[in-house]
């Protein structure tokens, strides 16, 4: 095994830029510096950052990638922290770890930078934010963390991350709804639209349930929600009115497309609408229902 090569962070901060996140881009961008820094470790002296926003991983795309690394290799190195001698968690590049050990991967190539607990937080949550297509709910947790880790102001995330200070408080907002509704929206049993009206109502515990048992068992628009809660608000009777159930077998399908696609589904007004970001995405969803381009 090649000698590993460790960099402390202020060494890795003049070579690729101001920001800790800049590492990242840079080792994409200049291949060369990325071979220049790169040592070869054991795969199992990996382990999982435990700042990453990210718990839930597609099934689906870590097999693509595993596959692809089974041809390819490993091109862009994963990015470690040394905690002990020989054992390193994993501060970027966790969909390529999990990747590696699905195709058998031994070894792997990665950077050992030296950063202390408050950088590698806020590498995990940021180059997370920037790069990775979070759920609203897991947006939400990450920028608390950040408020709280590294006490910053919704304007000072926003720009941390490169979004607009609205968008930051908006999406705050949903770690103020209890445990259970943030596991649904984890779990995309309801979605940020559907959610945003319960807002409202916190101070009711009572209401709220019934209003998102509602939710997940008709599969309500966000339009619905809020009539819903006006109804109920103002006492009128509407478990005498009839509400279109939903077919119970419909959230099986979508769980199933969602794991066969990576990308959320739903299905609603005899309609299955898949989610996907940008043109290497909407591919991927077209190759696996075998679409074939014409050249």
Known sequence: MATKKRYNFKGLDEIFGESVTDLVGSLEDDTEKAKELTSTVAISTLQPNPFQPRKIFSDVEIQELSDSIKQNGIIQPIIVNEVAKNSYQIVAGERRYRAAKLANLKEVPVVIAKLDSKQMEEFAIIENIQRVDLTDIEEAVAYKQLAKSLNLKQDEIAKRVGKSRSHVANILRLVNLPQYIQD????????????????????????????????????????????????????????????????????????????????????????????????????????????????
């Open 184 to 295: 649904a929206m984890l779990q995309k049993e309801i979605s940020m639209g559907q959610a945003k009206p319960l807002l409202s109502i916190l101070s009711n515990e009572k209401l709220l349930k019934e209003v998102f048992d509602r939710i997940v068992a008709n599969n309500l628009t966000a339009r619905d929600v809020e009539q819903l809660i006006k109804k109920l608000q103002s006492g009128d009777d509407v478990t005498t009115k009839v509400i279109k159930k939903r077919d119970p077998l419909l959230n099986g399908i979508e769980n199933k497309l969602m794991i066969r696609f990576g990308t959320r589904v739903s299905i609603s007004d005899n309609k299955i609408v898949l989610k996907y970001n940008g043109v290497e995405d909407l591919n991927k969803i077209l190759e696996l229902m075998g679409y074939e381009s014409e050249d």
